[in-house]
């Protein structure tokens, strides 16, 4: 997968501030969760600061664990965690006031409409009652359940308990939306309405966002940071731009017009290049940035129609990190030694 | 045509306190509970003995009435065995309205996965279990103590001053038989409510503990040739308190205090297994 730059527009139109410059969301501090003799979570130590983070890995890789230990639902064996600065074991109620967070499996009350179990929840984060009901309308529009909000949760589909689950998270105006595998069960076109509402959520300033899923595509298309977790172990922890610009070198593009000349003249460069029919692929050398392409390509009359600059997917970096982890597991190592950014 | 965009809006307004919000649960429960007819109506007809009761201290004090009916004017006596009766009268409808009520305030909330909702908030597992126990224990004292204090306090009106100085003890006894029974109840119905998903299932099971229990007692009192059976029999041992509370002369097998002691252990371990069950994610180790 590649990401396309059209010639001529603009580009860097996401408003959301680079990560760098928000305060740690999620600090974690050798934290291991134990239940009973089996250890789910090893020693996890990273500081987290992404305006949305995924959490990924394989099933059983402890994603869902490492939530509800940052919830408060399990206790830590060893280490500790802090959510915006609060500690998970002592200041776990600061930390709930501060969350939505959506399950992963079903969970609703049946006998209730949607508008009084959003309500219900609004009013059990602290929302006066008059508030919490017009909150309820409110986020129940937002997430697109406006028709259907008097009707009873248990005959709702999957797709609008979803939904539901996710209106009610949003509902108290939380400052950390934490969504456990949000896609689950949901056909195309309610997956692409999900994830266009998180990037939403996102770009919208308010809230910061952990999305837990095995599924590469729904952390690629929304999160800007990724924990990649493996058999309870971090095995590898990334900015996803600053990943996409570490790859800016290699560049594929659409050519017209173009003979020997400009192939040689971009060799001279330093740059290795292959050319097939009006394709051509290319390795930028040091220092020569893609200003020197166009600037060969307008001397020497040749159009370039397309400009790929080509990446790293997740998909490759996660397995390059399922691969590292299980080269370190081999040779003794905990997996934790690429984390430090 | 006006068209709105909806934006989400942060929340910045205050927030209700910490300690308010089991009402929250409360009033939620309680407006589900009446949601049944059924339940409604047992609710109404729990009040029939109140008012019969009412309707007697009225005739017992009414001597001209009851010259005319020819019926003696001692037949009848509003003293502490009126109460006692009263109390197990009562008492057997406030069960029979928790095997009704009571299963169906935390078995829906397991069955649809609903406590991760309720604890991802500020809100705590103890907190739950007011807000759930509290829907039963107003429910209960609505159709118990309250209605028997009313009739303590008409009785009083009617007999002086001094009748009601003289047997403030039985109105003590009354609450206090009443809110032993209510406190036993409430947390025998959560914790069947929070170990069987199924409502029915969980009301079935409450009418058997205490129908079965009575069995039980007698069964390991006959086969162990010993009274210790009657520690099984939650009914045996409500009366056995109730008895030494209002001062009812006669023999029972176990001491009143062991009684006592028996239903506060009962008591204990619903709490314990309530507050096992109710948890976010249940840890399979």
């Not at chain 1, 969760?33 to 500081?47: C, D, K, N, P, Y």
């Not at chain 1, 003249?265 to 390795?283: D, F, Q």
């Not at chain 1, 997917?313 to 590292?324: G, H, P, R």
Request: glycine letters at 8%; proline letters at 3%; hydrophobic letters at 45%.
């Amino acid at each position: 997968m590649s990401t396309t730059t059209h010639l001529g527009a603009a580009s860097g139109e996401n408003a959301t501030p680079p990560a760098a410059s928000l305060p740690p969301l999620i600090e974690l501090h050798g934290l291991s969760v134990r239940f009973g003799q089996r250890e789910i979570l090893r020693s996890l130590t990273a500081s987290l600061q992404g305006r949305a983070i995924g959490l990924l890995g394989p099933n059983g890789a402890g994603k869902s664990t490492l939530i509800n230990t940052l919830l408060g639902f399990y206790k830590s064996s060893a280490g500790s965690a802090r959510v915006f600065g609060y500690d998970i074991a002592t200041e776990v109620r600061n930390i709930r006031g501060l969350v939505g967070y959506m399950p992963e499996n079903d969970a609703f009350i049946s006998k209730m409409s949607a508008v009084s179990f959003v309500r219900m929840m609004g009013e059990l984060s602290g929302l006066p009652r008059d508030v919490a009901l017009e909150r309820a309308h409110e986020a129940l529009f937002y997430v697109g359940l406006a028709e259907a909000r008097y009707r009873e949760l248990g005959t709702y589909s999957l797709g609008m308990k979803q939904l539901a689950k996710l209106a009610q998270a949003i509902v108290h105006g939380p400052k950390l939306l934490i969504l456990d595998e949000p896609t689950n069960g949901l056909d195309p076109s309610a997956r692409q309405r999900m994830i266009r509402m998180i990037r939403e959520i996102r770009d919208g300033q308010e809230m910061r966002i952990v999305l837990c899923s095995h599924l590469l595509r729904d952390v690629e298309e929304t999160c800007d940071e990724v924990l990649i977790l493996k058999q309870g172990q971090i095995a590898h922890y990334s900015n996803l731009d600053l990943e996409r610009q570490a790859n800016k070198r290699f560049l594929e593009l659409e050519i017209y017009g173009a003979n020997g000349d400009f192939t040689e003249a971009i060799e001279k460069l330093g740059c290795e290049c292959a050319v097939t029919a009006n394709r051509m692929k290319m390795v930028l050398a040091d220092g020569v940035e893609t200003r020197d392409i166009f600037r060969l390509a307008a001397e020497r009359e040749v159009r370039i129609r397309r400009l790929n600059f080509r990446r790293d997917t997740l998909e490759d970096i996660f397995l390059k990190a399922m691969e590292t982890d299980a080269q370190s597991l081999k040779s003794g190592g905990s997996g934790n030694g690429d984390l430090q950014k | 045509m006006a068209i709105y965009r909806n934006n989400y809006k942060p929340y910045t307004g205050a927030l209700t306190p910490a300690w308010s919000r089991f009402l929250v649960l409360f009033r939620y429960s309680r407006r589900n509970m009446f949601r049944s007819k059924f339940q409604t109506a047992f609710f109404v007809a729990c009040f029939f003995l109140p008012v019969l009761g009412l309707f007697t201290i009225y005739l017992v004090h009414s001597a001209s009435f009851l010259q005319q009916v020819g019926v003696p004017s001692r037949l009848v006596s509003v003293d502490n065995k009126f109460f006692f009766y009263f109390v197990n009268g009562q008492g057997a409808l406030a069960f029979l309205l928790t095997a009704f009520a009571g299963p169906g305030l935390i078995s829906p909330d397991l069955a649809n996965g609903a406590l991760p909702l309720y604890f991802c908030r500020p809100f705590s597992r103890a907190e739950y279990v007011l807000g759930k126990s509290s829907v039963l224990a107003i429910l209960l004292s609505q159709i118990t103590w309250i209605p028997g204090l009313i009739l303590f306090a008409v009785q009083g009106s009617f007999a002086g001053t001094q009748w009601t100085w003289d047997h403030l003890w039985i109105a003590a006894s009354m609450v206090a038989s009443f809110l032993i029974w209510i406190a036993v109840l409430s947390l025998l119905a959560m914790a069947l409510s929070a170990w069987v998903k199924w409502r029915i299932v969980a009301g079935a099971l409450l009418l058997a503990m205490m129908f079965f229990g009575a069995g039980l007692a007698q069964t390991v009192n006959v086969v162990m040739r010993t009274d210790s059976g009657y520690f099984f029999s939650l009914g045996y041992l409500m009366t056995t308190v109730e008895n030494a509370l209002f001062q009812i002369d006669t023999e029972r097998a176990i001491s009143a205090v062991d009684a006592f002691i028996a239903l506060l252990a009962y008591c204990a371990i619903c709490l314990g297994l309530l507050m096992r069950k109710v948890r976010a994610y249940e840890v399979v180790q």
